[in-house]
Nanobody, 123 residues
Framework: QVQLVESGGGLVQAGDSLRLACTAS????????VGWFRQAPGKEREFVAA????????AYADSVKGQFTISRDNAKNTVYLQMNNLKPEDTAAYYC????????????????WGQGTQVTVSS
């Protein structure tokens, strides 16, 4: 059983950067692919980025390519989401999720979720 805790959210201005962290406990972290998803008020939860077990592969939503970077440090049981040049439309609750082995952009494939961290970008 894997437990995930997100951190690093906050209120920033457009153009600022934030780094979110997703820290895992309770499992062999290196066995899990990890994804970041976000949900804005009134909208469905959407895929943002994912990373494979060994960081060999990453995937991004088209809306964040070149703006966000996902990485992981298996020694620290942590996955990061570096978000640069933030825009008001990036405002959402950000969630990390884990699934065994194969990464995916489909939220239904992830069995473990954190509680989320709020990112608010003012214009």
């Amino acid at each position: 059983q894997v437990q995930l805790v997100e951190s690093g959210g906050g209120l920033v201005q457009a153009g600022d950067s934030l780094r979110l962290a997703c820290t895992a406990s309770g499992g062999t972290f290196s066995n899990y692919a990890v994804g970041w998803f976000r949900q804005a008020p009134g909208k469905e939860r959407e895929f943002v980025a994912a990373i494979s077990q060994s960081s060999g592969r990453t995937a991004y939503a088209d809306s964040v390519k070149g703006q966000f970077t996902i990485s992981r440090d298996n020694a620290k049981n942590t996955v990061y989401l570096q978000m640069n040049n933030l825009k008001p439309e990036d405002t959402a609750a950000y969630y990390c999720a884990a699934k065994p082995f194969i990464m995916s952009s489909n939220r239904d494939g992830y069995g473990y979720w954190g509680q989320g961290t709020q990112v608010t970008v003012s214009s």
